[in-house]
């Protein structure tokens, strides 16, 4: 296993961080080499070389270096008297996209669909430019962290005692990563995750498929914690939740269970700055009694002018998994939408299947059931996206 990384408090991360940056900004003023030289441990003649190479004024605008479209054109362009392997099997891959159409549109698709969006990057309007049109009381604080939030798709275990290592190896794709502020409350970041889970609808509706008046599972369920660093940070938001941690706390002070000591928090009380965290440790969230997400803390720094400025807007996707639909086991076009037990008319036991064949085959013109059946909406991760 790889060295456990050092645990960080949060809030002690920003008091340090902010005094350090605010004392050697003051200290060092724009010429002052020497004390830049100085605080960071270099020699003034490689101080002198790197802010004559890192000078704003060496910078090239798009009229006197390169634009956008001479960039891609160049990484088609391959030199005659390249040796280089890379620019070989490059200049193989362009001539068989423009020989072959069906390979290039499969390129272009397999890059569209992939499971996970990275191109999620903050647009302009959350700019230091355009904070100004931002409402005061709507603005950033300052100094304050961004963490970055990894949450998994909800995981199904096998065995009663899985420890959290182990749900990682199992975990589901990456659902989402958020960034969020250290001043947030831990609800905040729960309100934003959305799990398939949430929307089950309890009970058979083959009698009235378009009952409406049934409640999804998030609104019966509400209860839910955090687990981080020995700490159970439970929602305590509506008057009939639980603590979902009591049974597990109890039973891991049973003689023993060398768990050690753990504590109890509100979520609605306790922000990020109140936590303790360990980068790339999978913690665990915990909702609808045992749907359990991992949740991975990947990156920590100072909030600054570049990120976006409106704290409406946290917490913040910066990247969101891709959804695979459930299609109809028999028209094998439209997302499922029912799942049905006990049909004659289905190829299988149980069937996933759209409205519209769902309705065709169970139903008469009147709307009438027909036959023995059992159905149950049905939703996909696709539903959630």
Same mark, same amino acid.
């Given at each position: 296993m790889a060295a456990s990384m050092e645990k960080v408090n949060v809030k002690t991360f920003l008091s340090q961080w902010d005094n350090d940056t605010y004392r050697n900004c003051a200290e060092y003023v724009t010429g002052d080499t020497a004390t830049l030289a100085e605080k960071i441990g270099m020699s003034y003649e490689n101080v002198k070389e790197l802010e004559s190479v890192c000078s704003v004024d060496r910078l090239e605008n798009d009229a006197e270096g390169c634009t956008e479209f001479d960039q891609w054109s160049n990484l088609e362009t391959i030199p005659l008297d390249t040796k280089l392997m890379s620019l070989s099997f490059q200049k193989q891959e362009l001539e068989r996209r423009k020989k072959d159409c069906?390979?290039?549109? #499969?390129?272009?698709? =397999?890059?569209?669909? =992939?499971?996970? &969006? &990275?191109?999620?990057?903050?647009?302009s309007m959350n700019s230091t430019d355009q904070s @100004?049109?931002?409402?005061? *009381?709507n603005k950033v604080v300052y100094p304050d962290v961004l963490l970055v939030v990894h949450v998994h798709q909800p995981v199904k275990t096998r065995h009663k005692h899985t420890t959290v290592e182990e749900l990682t190896r199992t975990s589901g794709n990456m659902s989402n990563s958020w960034l969020v502020l250290g001043r947030q409350k831990l609800t905040d970041l729960r309100d934003v995750i959305r799990c398939v889970n949430d929307l089950n609808v309890p009970g058979d509706m083959s009698e009235n498929p378009d009952m409406e008046s049934q409640n999804y599972a998030k609104d019966v369920f509400k209860s839910g914690f955090f687990f981080i660093d020995d700490t159970f940070y439970n929602d305590f938001r509506e008057e009939d939740s639980r603590d979902y941690s009591l049974e597990i706390r109890e039973w891991a002070s049973k003689p023993g269970n060398d768990f050690g000591p753990m504590k109890t928090a509100k979520m609605e009380d306790s922000t990020f700055?109140?936590?303790?965290? *360990?980068l790339g440790k999978p913690y665990v969230y915990m909702h609808q009694g045992d749907c359990q997400h991992v949740v991975i803390f990947s990156d920590i720094r100072l909030l600054s002018t570049d990120d976006p400025q409106d704290v409406t807007l946290y917490p913040f996707m910066a990247r969101r998994s891709r959804r695979r639909r459930t299609l109809c086991r028999l028209c094998?076009? *439209? #997302?499922a939408r029912w799942i049905v037990y006990n049909s004659q008319f289905t190829p299988e036991n149980p069937s996933f299947l759209c409205d519209l064949c769902f309705?065709?085959?169970?139903? &008469?013109? @009147?709307?009438?059931?027909?036959?023995?059946? @059992? #159905?149950?909406k049905y939703f996909d991760n696709h539903a959630i996206a």
């Open positions: 069906n390979y290039t549109n #499969a390129i272009f698709r =397999k890059m569209k669909y =992939k499971r996970v &969006d &990275d191109h999620m990057i903050f647009s @100004e049109s931002i409402p005061d *009381e700055l109140d936590l303790t965290v *360990e094998n076009n *439209e #997302a309705r065709s085959l169970h139903y &008469d013109t @009147e709307n009438k059931k027909i036959g023995n059946f @059992e #159905a149950y």
